[in-house]
């Protein structure tokens, strides 16, 4: 979904480093989410947002904090990147209607040494 | 609880029959249930959703049944093809605090053999 936009897509970082994924997208939608996926299991919630004013942890918010800096524009940090922290992160977002579906990005790929 | 189950976790069928997954979910306020389609490395994907005030939907080979007496719904794919082999996911709606959040199911990995 090309109005969904993640930055980078791979990244490869050591241990301790402080690293930020972004997430734009075009859709004028409010809600954003960032999602992270181990192999062979499903989708996690780290964080989401409603709009710019608005945070909310998700079921694994430790070690990630956010920010959403515009309503196209929702960012996520690992201050202190560690090993376990290596995973598939998707952003995603949805319109206030209750009844549609969530969009989302095509990825970041995130190794940590 | 805030959960959504799915099963099976792994489903192989020979290509041309049908697979069937199904999901449960918990709270009777939940009335949008969409299906995902995530290939292998990339992103999921919407493939058909269903909302509360109907019992089916379907898109050519691609259908889905949604019962809320026993608060469960189901994908059905039929002439199954080895493209349709990837990880489904269900998800729900859940009401939150005056306004709702998404809860996925765990994920079936599907595989169509040739």
């Known amino acids: 979904d090309a109005d969904v936009t993640q930055t980078p897509r791979n990244r490869i970082t050591k241990t301790g480093k402080r690293i930020m994924l972004e997430c734009s997208q075009t859709k004028g939608h409010d809600r954003m989410y960032w999602y992270r996926q181990d192999p062979g299991l499903g989708l996690r919630l780290i964080y989401y947002?409603?709009?710019?004013?608005?945070?909310n942890k998700g079921e694994i918010s430790d070690g990630y904090s956010v920010s959403r800096q515009a309503q196209a524009k929702f960012s996520l940090s690992l201050e202190s990147a560690i090993p376990n922290q290596t995973a598939l992160y998707f952003c995603a977002t949805s319109d206030i209607d209750r009844n549609q579906p969530q969009h989302f990005g095509d990825g970041t790929r995130l190794s940590i040494l | 609880g805030e959960n959504v189950e799915q099963h099976p976790s792994t489903l192989s069928v020979q290509e041309g029959d049908s697979a069937v997954i199904k999901c449960t979910y918990s709270?009777?306020?939940?009335?949008?249930f969409p299906w995902y389609k995530q290939e292998l490395g990339k992103r999921p994907q919407l493939i058909i959703d269903i909302r509360s005030n109907v019992g089916e939907k379907k898109d050519q080979r691609i259908a889905v049944t949604l019962n809320k007496t026993a608060k469960h719904f189901s994908l059905h794919i039929t002439e199954t093809q080895p493209e349709d082999s990837a990880v489904y996911f269900c998800a729900a709606n859940l009401p939150k605090g005056g306004t709702y959040k998404y809860i996925f199911g765990t994920g079936t990995r599907l595989k169509v053999l040739a």
């Open positions: 947002s409603f709009d710019v004013k608005d945070i």
């Open positions: 709270d009777s306020a939940s009335n949008y």
